[in-house]
């Protein structure tokens, strides 16, 4: 049973950083997908940021720039660095992995952890 663990939340000021990660555990996969998605009250999920099993990484336009992720495969952990935060980037921040395990794909989602921007 794959469990991702989210840390590293909480209540900065606009302009400043933060640094969340996502833990899994559970199993190990060769080909995968690990993303960071968010949703703000009344806003629909969306992708931030995603890193895969070759290190090719992809960003949202509202965050290029500004947000790195990066995964150390021997902590099986990933992260996402925030600097220059923004009110805008105030969400609870979802870890997700697809793994792929003998040609199909699985999906698994952490339990969020809450970001706040704000003065």
């Known amino acids: 049973q794959v469990q991702l663990v989210e840390s590293g939340g909480g209540l900065v000021q606009p302009g400043g950083s933060l640094r969340v990660s996502c833990e899994a555990s559970g199993s190990s996969f060769s080909i995968y997908i690990m993303a960071w998605y968010r949703q703000a009250p009344g806003n629909q999920r969306e992708l931030v940021a995603s890193?895969?099993?070759?290190?090719?990484?992809y960003y949202a336009d509202s965050v290029k720039g500004r947000f790195t992720i990066s995964a150390d495969n021997a902590k099986n952990t990933m992260y996402l660095q925030m600097n220059s935060l923004k009110v805008e980037d105030t969400a609870v921040y979802y870890c997700n992995l697809k793994a792929m395990v003998a040609m199909r794909w699985y999906d698994y989602w952490g339990q969020g952890t809450q970001v706040s921007v704000s003065s």
């Open positions: 890193i895969n099993s070759s290190g090719n990484t």
